[in-house]
């Protein structure tokens, strides 16, 4: 990863989605690659740029290796569709078989601590492991999708992550807007959508919702003090704090040197 303390021109804050996304691509190439978990809005992203690029961008994916079924159905679409070979980053197995001894498979139900363990060993370390060879990624946020989210920018450094480049280029768009988008442009959508999930992510943490709840209600829905985020995208501003160091350090007695910075 080069040194991009921005040397560059950042997009006006108004600036449209494909411009945002366009302006990524141009100024980091090779260095830049789409994050999703195959959710309407990065699917979006996903077809944006594969249609900018003719399908010559990277995109890679967090398989928490408890994804449901229809994810990977749609992981085999997107291959078909757009030519992109998605990679997969699996957590590291040593940290995964740590904390599963020690915490069994379903520690999730068990506290929003153990849960957040859970977040951190498959999804936030492996996320970071990733990042780590990246100048700038791309995610699918949008401000309106919870509180912990109204503050998005387009384009922000990303201090969490070595100071990378983090684009959003739909945070201003609305569920509508997703949907008119994908519905226009026929993009492959999950499975699990015409069953009620608004929100898609690991099988054991997400369900359908009914008619009045919010969109977020699906995830973790067992929590009662619980932020509704995993970890990944951590605010500089504090709004979502991990507050599970004590059971990491348990599960990493003998990796502490090797932990990601
Ligand atoms: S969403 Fe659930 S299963 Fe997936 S990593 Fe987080 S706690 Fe674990």
Same mark, same amino acid.
């Given at each position: ?23 990524g ?16 809005? @990065?699917? %979006?992203? $996903?077809?944006?740029? &594969?249609?900018?690029? !003719?399908?010559?961008v990277?995109?890679?994916s ?16 997107i ?35 153990k ?21 700038a ?25 070595? @100071?990378? %480049?983090? $684009?959003?280029?739909? &945070?201003d768009w609305? !569920? ?5 988008y ?7 959508q999950h ?14 943490c997400?369900?359908?919702i ?30 979502v ?11 990493l007695?003998l ?7």
């Open positions: 990863m080069t040194n991009l303390r921005p040397k560059f021109t950042w997009p006006a804050p108004n600036a449209s989605a494909e411009d945002v996304l366009r302006w691509i141009g100024e980091f190439g090779e260095g830049l690659a789409i994050c999703t978990s195959f959710q309407a809005t @990065g699917t %979006v992203v $996903l077809d944006m740029a &594969a249609c900018m690029t !003719a399908g010559n990277k995109v890679f967090l398989d928490t290796g408890r994804l449901h079924a229809e994810t990977y159905e749609l992981i085999d679409k291959r078909g569709r757009y030519g992109i070979a998605v990679e997969l980053v699996a957590p590291d197995s040593a940290e995964l078989t740590s904390m599963l001894t020690m915490h069994g498979p379903n520690l999730m139900y068990n506290s929003v601590s849960r957040k363990l859970c977040c951190e060993i498959r999804k936030v370390r492996s996320l970071k492991r990733k990042l780590a060879s990246l100048d990624w791309v995610t699918g946020l949008r401000r309106n999708q919870s509180n912990a989210r109204e503050r998005i920018e387009k384009v922000a450094i990303d201090e969490e992550h070595g @100071g990378i %480049v983090k $684009l959003a280029p739909l &945070a609305s !569920a509508e807007q997703v949907f008119d994908i519905a226009r442009n026929d993009v492959p499975g699990l959508y015409a069953r009620g999930y608004p929100s898609i992510g690991c099988a054991p997400t369900r359908a009914e008619p009045g709840e919010h969109p977020r209600a699906g995830r973790w829905w067992w929590e009662e003090n619980g932020d509704g985020e995993c970890g990944m995208h951590f605010s500089p501003r504090g709004d704090r991990r507050d599970f160091d004590v059971l990491l350090d348990e599960v007695p990796r502490r040197p090797y932990l990601v910075k």
